[in-house]
């Protein structure tokens, strides 16, 4: 079945750094990721939609420069978490789409910052 | 506006017990519906999906789902419940196919007692 790798798996890093989790679709091609972040005993948060060869759409009262996203080929997408700090501490968990299917999830990245 | 109900965040059964977890939801289109199963620190994994074929839809391990549009219900179901089976459960819609945006419900802690 269609698999969806994410990386890392898990993060510590100081407050001020910045922070890149990549999304792979492995075994087809993803025009379209999604990005969610996961409080602690909470539901997934839409973050952007993720698209390929154009610019990401953001979910209101999401900061842009604040979570970079690139979509540069059909099997990956990143997330970057600039200039982070202990409020970006969160699960941060990718989606993708075969084709017509229903969206196939990333195993997540536990963002720790101090 | 769409929108996904969890009624209990924290549903609690005995091993080999019937386990229902319950999802109502609001659409003012046909809705896709969908059930997810997350384990501790990993991704989001489909259970099973509605997609206005059967309104009786059977997943993987065991669990079914039945889709009633009087109800505007769709909840899951599974006739014995195994130790495995403890974890967070989403109930998800999408209003464009399996490909549109999913709104997630708040989730449910299933606990299973030996």
């Known amino acids: 079945g269609a698999v969806v790798s994410q990386h890392p798996s898990r993060v510590i890093c100081k407050s001020g750094t910045s922070v890149k989790i990549e999304c792979r679709s492995l075994?087809?091609?993803?025009?379209?990721m999604f990005w969610y972040r996961q409080f602690p005993k909470q539901s997934l948060m839409l973050m952007a939609t993720?698209?390929?060869?154009?610019?990401?759409?953001?979910e209101q009262g999401v900061e842009k420069d604040k979570f970079l996203i690139n979509h540069a080929s059909l099997t990956l997408s990143t997330l970057t978490v600039t200039s982070a700090h202990p409020e970006d501490s969160s699960f941060y968990i990718c989606?993708?789409?075969?084709?017509?299917?229903?969206?196939?999830f990333g195993d997540g990245t536990r963002l720790s910052i101090l | 506006a769409q929108s996904v109900t969890q009624l209990g965040s924290h549903v609690s059964v005995s091993e080999g017990a019937l386990v229902l977890l319950r999802c109502n939801y609001s659409?003012?289109?046909?809705?896709?519906l969908f059930w997810y199963v997350q384990y501790p620190n990993q991704g989001l994994q489909l259970l099973l999906k509605?997609?206005?074929?059967?309104?009786l839809v059977k997943g993987i391990n065991g669990f079914e789902a039945e889709f009633k549009k009087s109800e505007t219900s769709f909840h899951l179901t599974k006739p014995s419940a195994h130790m495995s089976d403890a974890a967070e459960y989403f109930c998800?819609?999408?209003?464009?196919?399996?490909?549109?945006?999913?709104?997630f419900g708040q989730g449910t802690t299933l606990q299973v007692k030996p």
């Open positions: 509605y997609t206005s074929a059967a309104t």
């Open positions: 659409s003012s289109v046909p809705p896709y």
């Open positions: 998800a819609v999408t209003r464009s196919g399996n490909t549109g945006k999913l709104i």
């Open positions: 075994d087809f091609q993803a025009t379209t």
């Open positions: 989606s993708a789409r075969p084709n017509n299917q229903p969206q196939h």
């Open positions: 993720s698209n390929e060869g154009s610019k990401a759409t953001y």
